[in-house]
């Protein structure tokens, strides 16, 4: 329970600096942040945290929101 809780902290802290830097319009950067945070939900749905398909729309999402 606390390994789930520390690595779905760890992805929504990851989300929060991502989602700034996007704001703040600094590619690479945003690239950086997207890179970990693509990690970070594999990890999380290898080890069962995420199902896979949340993790797998979540990194969608978040590539398009850097792409746009």
């Known amino acids: ?4 809780r520390a690595v ?3 992805i929504g802290t990851l989300e ?3 989602k700034d830097l996007v704001k ?3 590619g690479e950067a945003t690239d950086s942040a ?4 693509t990690s970070a939900y594999d990890k999380a749905a290898k080890k069962g945290v995420l199902h896979r398909n949340k993790a797998s729309n979540k990194k969608s999402r978040l590539t398009k929101m850097a792409r746009g």
């Open 1 to 4: 329970e606390k390994v789930n």
């Open 8 to 10: 779905k902290s760890r």
């Open 16 to 18: 929060r600096k991502f």
């Open 24 to 26: 703040k319009g600094d």
């Open 34 to 37: 997207l890179k970990d945070i």
